[in-house]
């Protein structure tokens, strides 16, 4: 069965400009456009996949998508305004397994699809090398005209907290990493990084990260003792094949140490040279 993927959204321009990219990927695409239609198809068929705006008519995507969770949980990529950080964190916690700001550039849509699959969908997982081996194509139209802007300014709102919210295997330590739920904690000495409400405090006081720094940290946290290399974090905290240098990963860490290692004395994310990094619990 090839990938089958349903496109909530009722602006029917954006709706059919995500339809006709996805055909072209080769998956197979139905649309709704507003939230009643959304679940009694979803309710119908089985999708491999949905992506779902919130913003809709009738039942809102976030109702479409707790229903969903209840009656049959199908993976759900969120379509979200660019600044309602609330309904990305209860689509998180409804189940999503990822979010995508708009306005959005159509490849990287395309990349957190191939990654939702890769990670969330088992009956896609013979489509996986078909899709991957089209990973460079997608790449390389990324200054094309396929950014689709919804009248608004173009551009990719690439936000890191979604990326990889639904975290899963990247190669070498999958076994060991957990998914986040509700009312997770991670700590480390006086350090305490809160999940559910996306905040890091050591010894009681709030520190200010970055959603990229934020899930830099709780990747390492996550993976207490293990060594993950620049590669897997790249993956994780840029949440799919990202095509850049991996020295960016150097640049958060920097950001990080300065923020809790130099500030509070500590020596907490440690460099295995030649590897990559790590936390060590003791
Ligand atoms: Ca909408």
Known sequence: ???????????????????????????????????????????????????????????????????????????????????????KVSGLD??????????????????????ALKLHCKDASENDSNNVVNADNANSDINSNNTYSGGMSAGTAIDGAGATAGVGSTGINSNHVKRSVPGETYTWKALVLDVPRHKVTYNGKEIELTNREFLMLKTLLENMDIVLSRDTLLERVCGYEYVGETNVIDVYIRYLRTKIDEAYGVKMIQTVRGVGYVIKAN
Not at 20 to 42: P, Q
Not at 97 to 113: G, N, Q, S, W
Request: charged letters at 30%; zero cysteines; glycine letters at 6%.
């Open 1 to 87: 069965m090839g990938v089958k993927i349903l496109v909530v959204e009722d602006e029917e321009k954006l709706a059919r400009f995500i339809e006709l990219e996805l055909r072209h990927e080769g998956y197979e695409v139905e649309k709704a456009f507003d939230g009643r239609a959304a679940l009694d198809m979803a309710m119908a068929n089985d999708y491999t996949l949905i992506l779902l705006d919130i913003m809709l008519p009738g039942l809102n995507g976030l109702e479409v998508l707790r229903r969903l969770q209840m009656d049959k949980p199908t993976p759900v990529i969120l379509l979200t305004a660019r600044d309602a950080v609330m309904d």
């Open 94 to 115: 409804a189940g999503a397994v990822d979010y995508i700001t708009k306005p959005f550039a159509i490849e990287e849509l395309l990349a957190r699809i191939r990654v």
